[in-house]
């Protein structure tokens, strides 16, 4: 319960301590004593306690069970595995666990868990770590129901809720024991963790069920209540209450979480009862004990020796833990994650496994099929002299055999002759037999067939008699007036019985004799044998005249039918059909009888006729019996006479096959000999080998090709030491790849780079899918090629219907490549990752979502990423194989040389590609003619020259080999002379593939810089057709190559912000240089970062002048090469450097001798970064200049015509935006330019619910061929997958050609990558520098349109001067941004559309009007349109007077009036358009802040600005290597800054003291403000206590470590004043140190203050709130002269001193400000130039004297803004002051107050630091 909430190794030895005190001082027993079995040891560790185990699962299924300890760990060990055995026997989804100790003790503990009340668990582990398993077995160890979510693409809450309602109902309503099994990428919604966590604590989720639902859960309470016999209330509340009683009794929720990233934290915090209700499980790294047990038991059944199995365990250990480590430095250096868990450990030995088997048994199969070759040739040698020999025995016995054939055949000729007379004779006679047969066959069919037609009748008249009983007869017989149907029958009944009637009187009275049948029928019926004697009734003889009389009087009668006669007697109705069916027999029978005769006759002629027959065949028979014989003997001899004849043959053809086979083959012996020895030795090598290839498969497949090629000699070195013999050349593309394979892998486009090889080696080798990260397309092009010809299937995971195009892949086992996945992938795909098959009707099948599909064994899925840098949770890289695919050096060079060559010798390329594939082929069909020889030999059983058809096939491809082989060679040497042709091209494509590598870090500075790898190809194409052409092969490559890098230099500057061009030219420039080898790489970084080192102990030689960190980076500077006796130099030239050091332009002067010299131009350029770090920009500038040219620090300017040229329809044009961008006005005019305009453009802005409509209206523009801009993409973060899909579905074929989308966004890491890869990007800020923003601005509309340029005729001097002074000075007012505060208080976002409009006005107004209208036209352009956007006060005055220095009648009348003071800047005299464009380009590239009325000291901040954002720009593009640590802990640094600070604080103030000793008085106001000073220090002292301690104690764990502490951490390790504190502190920009130092320089202020009473002089930044003691100052004044307060205002005087002992008479003294942008002058008493390199000049005292406003004069001095920090801007605070402007103090000058208002003096209470 404790131990398990104990994150720190530390922490949990100590808390073991404390129970073994505790356990000593209460039960006074020792804890070692107590568990002794547990450890061999004497005192028992922390680890041992691993071993104890309790739990009530020893017996299975017992009942009850018993909860005791376990005390064998063998029998537990076994139990556990039979337990796992039985799982796996019920699951669909077995699991392979290996149960090591480790494992079991998770089981264990979860399974006592599960057996707690409320027993909940908190499983934390990174994926891949064992804790869903080992859940998944404790719940079946212990006869829980096992419930989890299924997780499909469209689980959203209302799913997750109806699972939550079948849970609580199983574990409520059918009080089923549940376990709830949830991990955290299951989590689609924080909703489902705040659901969990109402579980854990109450058991319930608040209205969960509607009403209808709660009626049936109550309902079933109440049954469970009655059956349960509780004694309750059946209230609907009570029964609900049982509900969530039994929830609680049966639910066990387990939480499988990770804890990495913040959600981990973030949740805890959130949801307090994942950790308060569970009992907490760490899944920790697997111990090593561990890592060796699973290996032992996975590797036990592998052939190999004890020992060598011991050391591949060991080696297998070691893997895991190496790449630990290595993931670590590839997250520090490339900030690359890579995640190495258990499920990577269990890859690599699955792999190593199966890998193994397969390539032992490949490379002994081949060795055998060479072996057996050579036996074969060996056995065909030996065998030539034995055939020989045997020849010559065969010939004589030969000749024998063939005389002894020709005597039988003369005898069986003469017998033959007779057997055919006999076979003619009989064969007459059986035809006869055989007539008369079918005559007598004919007749007794035909009668059969009569008869057939009156024996059912027949039969059916017997049965009907037979169902008469005597008794139906009695009642017959004792009718006294029968019916007349009974009479009808009786009568025909006697006349068949040929009965005679009696004569008796007429019963109608008629008095004559009638004849009556009854008196007989009932005689007849009293014979005891009536039925008898009806049944034997003579049928075949009746007499005619009974016949004649029955058909005559009763079958024809109509009553006579049995159905009516049934009505009056059953009896009756049987006698009736026995009646009828008589007849029918009679009558057949009359027909039949002479037929019979007439067969009879016939049959006794056939038997007499085949009597004869019989005899005839005997005689045949006997005579054929004799030929036989004669047959028999005749076919011996031959076969004999042939057996010898073909063995002759059979000899001599083996002769030559022997001859043939060792002529053909015999080349090869020697051949096969080497390679079977080759073979041995690769055999003797695979155990190496393949370790380590699986260790490749399993762990570095994300590494990039340096870590793995270092990682790979460090494991061959590990290797080789642990005695495991592997090759000294190891590859993993030679251990498990195929030549062949490779090689068509090449020509699909795999790159020809090794490591592009075995990434590819990797895809096909490992057990899971591949997931590669490819953001140059690579693998995605090799994947479609390759698999092109299996019909691919390419899907993503926005496509709709990507499942069901899933499905039907699996089931056809077609391939699918799922490409452009971001960082997560589909929940309802992890069944297919992890490849969870089950059989179901002897088929193999997979569930995907809620449908189970059968699963084919041929499916193969891919998967590519574009990210460049994606970052895969262990949740999923644990479940697919990561492969950085991401280009090489090496492998974009060869694509580059083969596109240069293609383009500048096609002959040559076409040859070498056709060469390519023909040796392909060949080598191909060459390995296939080798295995088929191979294969016949070896498969041929016995005599190899027996064989035929193997010598010919052997023989054949032997032939086409040898011609293969021939071809081949002529091949290779063709290659050779290609190879060398073309490898004069090879430096274009290094140069190139530098360049590339220049650009593939870009997206570090910007997510917007992204370049794909097709686009840089096009590129390079385009260059290479369009550079200049030349004879010489020399001359050619530097045009090429000086054409393609300014071809990408301008494309790519096209899409950077300014402050980037200059940093892209220079990493251009280092990387061409580097790779040269005319520039170290450790010179350059040491360039960048100053070096990295501790204290410097060597004092510093000049500190008068020579910063410290400027000294500490000379003496690390002199640990590089060319720099060896720099420091002793430097230490006795001191003199001479402190004139480089104060040199104007250090970049351009000379270094002392004989560094001058010495030195090459970058190491020059490291001298002058240690010295004169704010020059370095300039430099930079110089040094690429001097390496690549003038134009590479001239970035063009902004083209969107060349742009649009770029493009085509499927090309989407994007605007990067930033702040004071808006290429809308220049786009609109552009498009009504091109004749789009109007109804052909639509723009929209991106926003909530706009993406539908973006949508139609791009479906509507690519039928009609319009244009869409889609206006800040950013803002539409959720449709940019859409917007993604849109672009990528664009096809030249569906789109009209005119149509264009313009898409404008801010930097924004959520815009899809593939649309910025691929599209025209551009970026359209304000140029930088003076010269290009005017240029930009004469490029421009309107000012480019020539009619608008011409449109003040007669005013042209006034039109154009203004013209120019107006775009002046929107340059200047963009270009002042750079200088921070001193340029604008608040960097606004001026814009072209503000220069176009204030243009438009001009020249209105200048038409309009005679005169110049120069205050409206001020107005207008100061105060309207550029001072719309200016909302501070100070800003606008700044503004208008630098505006006044343009709209001035000097400009159009002085023609010498110059715009600074050096003069180079002036608006030129009238000219044409083109003039002032040339003009404007003869401008100097950078301007010196005279031109901005600036002194040449804010170059020094706004330099060193520039250069720190160059340094750290480019650091970004580098691998970083974060610096050394000081090796102590985060916790340890925490703690020592906390109390170090907490330490140095003061106690705080007592305002009750203080109260008393300065009370409140009406005449000192002061007193006042000094209690409210230190009321408000008070609540800022207790603030940074309370947050120091409350730290403090959340590291010890005493209080929760919340969002607030957190940040506060985070603050103090970084040295910033944290925001906690910064909310209840004075505003400061110092950092932590200084922050502190200052607040107790204040609280010491005040403390002394309350000591020794009011200070003559007052610290006035040491106030926190400054305004309150400015009020108290005028307060007092006004009450001792009682003046109304507001009439008072101050007035300042600046005294010439530093100090002063006695206060003035009215008003303050106060000190400690700075002037920034000016010195005060102490000598004159005014404001003066600052000192060079001295920025803030600190004011001496001055004096605040409050004085009437009228008597305050106005004009004359310099108004001076007061702020607290040089930031320059604060808030309106609550107070209704501004948080940072104090107040305005007027400060004397010699100067006009122009002056000093385009310097931006201002004071300044605090400096930065």
Not at 666 to 675: C, F, L, M, Q, V
Not at 977 to 1002: D, N
Not at 1622 to 1633: F, H, M
């Amino acid at each position: 319960v404790f131990y398990d909430r104990l994150v720190d190794d530390a922490d949990r030895v100590k808390f073991f301590e404390i129970v073994k005190d505790t356990c000593q001082q209460q039960f006074k027993t020792s804890i070692d004593k107590l568990l002794k079995p547990l450890s061999s040891a004497a005192s028992l560790k922390d680890d041992d306690i691993r071993g104890l185990f309790f739990g009530d699962y020893l017996i299975p299924g017992a009942d009850p069970r018993v909860y005791d300890e376990v005390t064998d760990f063998k029998e537990l060990t076994s139990i556990m595995e039979s337990y796992l055995e039985e799982y796996n026997q019920m699951s669909k989804a077995p699991m392979k666990l290996v149960m090591f100790k480790f494992a079991i003790e998770h089981i264990s503990r979860i399974s006592r868990v599960l057996k707690q009340d409320n027993g909940h668990a908190l499983l934390i582990g990174v994926g891949g770590s064992g804790r869903q398993s080992a859940c998944k077995l404790a719940t079946f160890m212990t006869d829980y129901e096992l419930f989890q979510i299924e997780i499909s693409k469209n689980y959203t809450t209302v799913e997750w809720r109806d699972d939550l309602k079948r849970l609580l109902l199983k574990a409520g309503a059918e009080g089923k024991n549940t376990v709830f099994l949830f991990s955290d990428n299951q989590i689609k919604d924080e909703l489902f963790v705040e659901d969990i966590n109402m579980i854990l604590n109450t058991g319930d989720v608040p209205n969960l069920y509607p009403s209808d639902e709660k009626a049936e859960i109550i309902e079933k309470m109440q049954q469970v209540a009655r059956v349960e016999g509780r004694k309750i209330d059946a209230t609907p509340l009570s029964m609900y209450n049982l509900f969530i009683e039994r929830v609680r009794e049966h639910l066990h929720v387990v939480l499988a979480l990770s804890p990495i990233g913040d959600a981990f934290r973030n949740r805890l915090r959130m949801f307090p009862s994942l950790i308060n209700c569970c009992t907490i499980d760490w899944f920790q790294a697997w111990p090593d004990d561990a890592l060796q047990m699973v290996a032992n038991k996975f590797l036990e059944d592998v052939e190999m020796e004890e020992m060598m199995r011991t050391q591949c365990v060991s080696m297998c250990q070691y893997f895991h833990q190496n790449v630990r480590l290595l993931s670590e430095k590839f997250y520090s250096i490339l900030r690359r994650r890579n995640y190495v868990t258990p499920t990577s450990y269990l890859e690599l030995i699955s792999s190593f496994k199966t890998l193994l088997a397969n390539k032992r048994n490949e490379v002994m199969k081949m060795k055998k099929r060479y072996e057996v070759g050579l036996e074969k040739l060996a056995f065909a040698a030996s065998q030539v002299a034995t055939m020989q020999k045997e020849l010559e025995e065969l010939q004589p016995k030969l000749v024998v055999a063939q005389e002894e054939n020709q005597k039988m055949m003369v005898v069986i000729e003469r017998e033959s002759a007779e057997v055919t007379a006999r076979k003619k004779v009989v064969k007459t006679d059986e035809e006869a037999a055989n007539k008369q047969a079918a005559e007598a066959k004919a007749l007794k069919e035909e009668c059969e067939g009569d008869l057939a037609e009156a024996i059912p009748a027949l039969e059916a008249a017997i049965a009907a008699l037979n169902t008469l009983k005597p008794a139906d007869i009695s009642i017959v017989k004792a009718m006294q007036k029968p019916p007349a149907g009974v009479r009808l029958v009786m009568e025909a009944v006697c006349v068949m019985r040929d009965i005679k009637p009696d004569k008796i009187n007429d019963p109608s009275g008629s008095g004559q004799k009638v004849l009556d049948y009854w008196g007989p029928s009932k005689k007849l019926l009293g014979d005891m044998k009536f039925l008898d004697n009806l049944k034997e009734y003579d049928k075949d003889n009746i007499p005619v005249h009974i016949m004649k009389k029955i058909r005559a009087e009763y079958t024809s009668n109509a009553a006579f039918d049995p159905l009516q006669i049934r009505t009056a007697s059953s009896a009756a109705e049987g006698l009736c059909r026995w009646v009828q069916a008589m007849e029918i027999y009679d009558r057949v029978a009359k027909v039949v009888a002479p037929k019979k005769e007439r067969l009879a006759e016939a049959e006794k002629t056939l038997r007499e006729t085949m009597v004869i027959l019989n005899a005839k065949q005997a005689e045949l028979k006997e005579v054929e019996g004799r030929l036989a014989t004669l047959q028999q003997q005749f076919e011996e001899k031959t076969k004999e006479k042939n057996d010898l004849e073909f063995q002759v043959d059979l000899c001599r053809k083996k002769l030559e096959r022997a001859v043939k086979l060792i002529g053909g083959l015999g080349s090869e012996k020697d051949r096969w000999s080497h390679a079977a020895k080759n073979l041995q030795e690769t055999y003797d090598n695979l155990t190496g080998d393949v370790l380590i290839s699986s260790g490749v498969i399993a762990y570095l497949g994300a590494f990039t090709s340096a870590f793995r090629a270092d990682c790979i000699r460090d494991w061959i070195k590990k290797c080789k030491v642990q005695r495991i013999q592997c090759s000294d050349d190891f590859s993993l593309s030679k251990t498990l790849g195929e030549p062949i394979k490779i090689r068509a892998w090449n020509i699909a486009g795999l790159p020809t780079d090794t490591f592009s090889i075995d990434n590819a080696v990797v895809v096909h080798n490992a057990r899971r899918w591949p997931l590669m990260i490819d953001p140059q397309g690579q693998a995605n092009r090799w994947v479609k090629n390759s698999e092109r010809d299996n019909k691919l299937y390419v899907v993503k995971l926005t496509d709709s219907d990507y499942i069901r195009t899933l499905e039907n892949c699996i089931q056809f086992g077609t391939p699918v490549l799922i490409e452009n996945v971001g960082e997560e992938l589909d929940p309802s795909l992890e069944p297919l990752l992890l490849k969870q098959t089950f059989k179901q009707g002897g088929v193999w099948c997979i569930k995907l979502g809620d449908n189970t599909i059968e699963y084919s064994s041929d499916f193969r899925l891919y998967i590519t990423t574009k990210l460049r840098n994606p970052h895969y949770l262990p949740e999923l890289s644990t479940k697919v194989t990561l492969l950085n695919f991401m280009i090489t050096p090496e492998g974009l060079e060869d694509q580059l040389l083969g596109i240069a060559v293609a383009k500048e010798r096609p002959e040559l390329e076409e040859e070498r590609n056709q060469l390519i594939i023909q040796s392909a082929a060949n080598k191909k069909q060459l390995k296939e003619i080798e295995d088929k020889i191979l294969e016949t030999l070896s498969s041929s059983e016995g005599n190899i020259l027996e064989d035929e058809s193997a010598i010919q096939v052997l023989d054949s491809s032997k032939v086409l080999a040898n011609e293969i082989s021939k071809k081949q060679k002529i091949a290779d040497e063709t290659e050779k002379k290609i190879e060398q042709s073309r490898a004069g091209y090879r430096p274009v494509a290094t140069h190139g593939s530098v360049l590339f590598f220049s650009i593939t870090e870009l997206p570090n500075i910007d997510p917007m810089y992204q370049y794909s790898l097709a686009w840089f190809v096009n590129l390079y194409i385009i260059s290479i057709n369009d550079s200049t052409k030349s004879k010489q092969l020399e001359k050619r490559l530097r045009y090429l190559m000086d054409h393609f890098t300014y071809n990408l230099y301008c494309n790519i500057c096209r899409s950077l912000f300014e402050k980037d061009k200059l940093l892209f030219s220079f990493i251009l420039c280092s990387n061409l240089l580097i790779a040269k080898r005319e520039l170290e790489r450790d010179e350059f970084m040491f360039f960048l970062t100053g070096g990295v080192g501790l204290e410097n102990k060597i004092p510093n030689p000049a500190p008068s002048w020579l910063a410290d960190r400027s000294w500490d980076e000379i003496c690390r500077m002199c640990d590089l090469k060319g720099f060896k006796d720099f420091r002793p130099s430097f230490e006795s030239n001191n003199g001479d450097w402190k004139r480089f050091y104060d040199d104007r332009e250090p970049h351009r002067a000379l270094l002392p001798s004989p560094w001058n010299e010495k030195l090459t131009s970058f190491q020059k350029m490291i001298v002058l970064r240690c010295l004169r770090t704010d020059k370095v920009v300039p430099l930079v500038i110089d040094f690429v200049k001097d390496k690549l040219g003038e134009k590479f620090v001239d970035p063009p300017p902004f083209d969107l015509a060349k742009s649009y040229a770029d493009s085509n329809a499927t090309i989407p044009l994007i605007f990067v935006l930033s702040p004071g961008a808006d290429p809308m006005a220049g786009l609109l005019k552009f498009a009504g330019d091109i004749g789009f305009g109007d109804t052909k453009f639509n723009a929209i802005s991106l926003g909530q619910g706009q993406g539908p409509v973006a949508s139609k209206l791009i479906a509507a523009a690519m039928k009609e061929g319009t244009w869409v801009v889609l206006q800040n993409c950013h803002l539409a973060v959720s449709w940019m997958p859409s917007l993604e899909k849109l672009c990528e579905d664009f096809s030249a074929d569906k789109l009209n050609p005119d149509f264009r989308l313009w898409l404008t966004s801010y930097p924004s890491d959520k815009f899809p990558v593939t649309v910025l890869q691929n599209g025209v990007k551009m970026t359209n800020e304000p140029p930088t520098g003076l010269r290009q923003n005017l240029l930009q601005s004469y490029l421009s509309d309107p000012i480019s349109d020539k009619a608008f340029f011409a449109g003040c005729p007669g005013k042209e001097l006034i039109w154009e001067k203004l013209l120019f002074g107006l775009c002046f000075f929107h340059a200047l007012v963009q270009e002042r941004r750079k200088f921070g505060p001193l340029g604008w208080n608040i960097p606004y976002g001026f814009n072209e559309s503000d220069l176009r409009i204030s243009i438009r006005q001009l020249q209105m107004f200048i038409n309009e009007y005679n005169e110049v209208p120069y205050d409206a036209i001020t107005y207008l352009t100061g105060q309207c349109n550029y001072g719309g956007r200016v909302t501070d006060d100070w800003d606008r005055r700044c503004l208008l007077a630098i505006l006044s220095c343009f709209y001035t009648p000097n400009v159009i009348t002085d023609p010498k009036y110059k715009f600074s003071p050096s003069g180079t800047y002036y608006a030129p005299s009238k000219g044409a358009y083109e003039d002032y464009v040339e003009f404007i380009k003869e401008l100097p590239m950078t301007q010196l802040p005279e031109v901005f009325g600036m002194d040449d000291n804010v170059d020094i901040s706004k330099e060193l600005r520039q250069t720190k954002q160059l340094f750290d720009s480019v650091m970004l593009t580098q691998s970083q290597s974060s610096g050394g640590s000081s090796g102590k802990k985060t916790e340890d640094t925490l703690n020592d800054i906390s109390s170090d600070i907490i330490a140095k604080l003061p106690a705080n103030f007592d305002i009750e003291v203080a109260n008393s000793r300065y009370p409140v008085c009406y005449g000192e106001s002061m007193n006042t403000v000094l209690v409210q000073e230190m009321e408000r220090f008070n609540r800022l002292l207790e603030a940074i206590r309370t947050s120091l301690v409350n730290l403090q104690k959340a590291l010890k764990g005493l209080v929760v470590m919340n969002a607030e502490l957190e940040a506060l951490s985070n603050s103090l390790l970084i040295g910033k004043v944290p925001t906690y504190w910064a909310k209840c502190s004075y505003p400061s920009l110092k950092p932590l140190g200084s922050y502190i130092n200052d607040l107790l320089t204040r609280l010491k202020f005040l403390h002394d203050w309350m000591l020794n009473g009011k200070p003559p002089v007052f610290w006035i930044s040491g106030f926190y709130f400054t305004q309150a003691f400015l009020t108290g100052a005028l307060q007092n004044y006004a009450r001792k002269h009682v003046i109304p307060i507001d009439k008072l205002t101050l007035d300042f005087e600046v005294l010439a001193v530093d100090d002063c002992s006695n206060p003035p008479e009215d008003g303050v003294y106060i000190r400690g400000l700075y002037l920034d942008g000016a010195r005060w002058d102490r000598e004159k008493g005014v404001l003066g130039e600052q000192l060079p390199k001295v920025l803030y000049d600190p004011v001496p005292v001055m004096w605040f004297k409050p004085a009437k406003k009228s008597d305050v004069k106005e004009t004359g001095p310099y108004v001076c803004p007061l702020y607290k920090t040089s930031e320059r801007r604060g808030t309106l605070s609550t107070t209704g002051h501004s948080t940072n402007y104090v107040l305005p103090i007027k400060l004397a000058t010699d100067r006009p107050v122009k002056y000093w208002i385009m310097r931006a003096v201002a004071l300044l209470c605090q400096l930065d630091d």
